[in-house]
């Protein structure tokens, strides 16, 4: 997981990260991909999660 390791590593020098999501299909609620939960984990910083407004998404 290349991607999520740079962010990672990125976060030491932030004051904050932001993290968009999205609804799944059939959900409720967001649901967070793998670089949002490593960041949730793993950052150096504060995470901010926000959640895309409905019909925003394209698919």
Known sequence: MRGPRA???ATAEADMVV?????RQGRTGPEL???AQAL???AH???AIVPA???????
């Not at 993290?19 to 609804?23: A, D, E, K, R």
């Not at 407004?53 to 698919?59: A, H």
């Open 33 to 35: 991909g793998p670089v």
């Open 7 to 9: 962010l990672i590593a």
């Open 53 to 59: 407004p409905p019909g925003s998404c394209r698919r």
């Open 19 to 23: 993290v968009g999501t999205h609804p």
């Open 40 to 42: 949730l984990r793993h």
């Open 45 to 47: 910083c504060p995470v």
